[in-house]
T-cell receptor
């Protein structure tokens, strides 16, 4: 079946511009996650959505970052007034349910490579 | 809160074995292992659950020591396709927090 999809696959923008990154999770998956991966680095948690609950925004690095999830499916990550240090691969993942206790696991999309000039 | 992985990098010849370790300062309920090839998304390998249950890969094994808050991934008779960066993820209030990663390179 279809996996997690993300768009665009690559984005080049100028410093100070806003960008929107899109994630389509696997159909039926109630949980959705955003991570950031800088060049050669690990996976940095950004934000987590679970059903209709309030999102866990504890990983967002600044108030320039925001995300929403409409209708419990598609999610958009918005970065306002982009800075060069925002350049990274932004990965989206989804899971059927909660990962707590190992009940489920996360499936990743291919990522969006963002370059801020 | 981020798990620590060791070693940071491993270089192997095809057929050799490797062990990758993941340690956490917090109590672990489950450990998830992923492999990421260059330019690709991380791919799920296995979950290790508190109590010993293991779900996932056929050719790669792992252990989970709840008392020591550690997990180890065992790659035996490595193949070229094993090359990539391995990440462990520990569940933290319904999301995974990933370790620092271990880069594995297997040469012929």
């Amino acid at each position: 079946g279809a996996g997690v999809s993300q768009s665009p696959s690559n984005k080049v923008t100028e410093k100070g511009k806003d960008v929107e990154l899109r994630c389509d999770p696997i159909s039926g998956h109630t949980a959705l996650y955003w991570y950031r991966q800088s060049l050669g680095q690990g996976l940095e948690f950004l934000i987590y959505f679970q059903g209709n609950s309030a999102p866990d925004k504890s990983g967002l690095p600044s108030d320039r970052f925001s995300a929403e999830r409409t209708g419990g499916s598609v999610s958009t990550l918005t970065i306002q007034r982009t800075q060069q240090e925002d350049s990274a691969v932004y990965l989206c993942a989804s899971s059927l349910g909660q990962v707590a206790g190992g009940a489920e696991t996360q499936y990743f999309g291919p990522g969006t490579r963002l370059l801020v000039l | 809160q981020q798990p620590v992985q060791s070693p940071q990098a491993v270089i192997l010849r095809e057929g050799e074995d490797a062990v990758i370790n993941c340690s956490s300062s917090k109590a672990l309920y489950s450990v998830h292992w992923y492999r990421q090839k260059h330019g690709e998304a991380p791919v799920f390998l296995m979950i290790l659950l508190k109590g010993g249950e293991q779900k996932g890969h056929e050719k790669i094994s792992a252990s989970f020591n709840e008392k020591k808050q550690q997990s180890s991934l065992y790659l035996t008779a490595s193949q070229l396709s094993y090359s990539g960066t391995y990440f462990c993820g520990t569940d933290n209030t319904d999301k995974l927090i990933f370790g620092t990663g271990t880069r594995l390179q297997v040469f012929p």
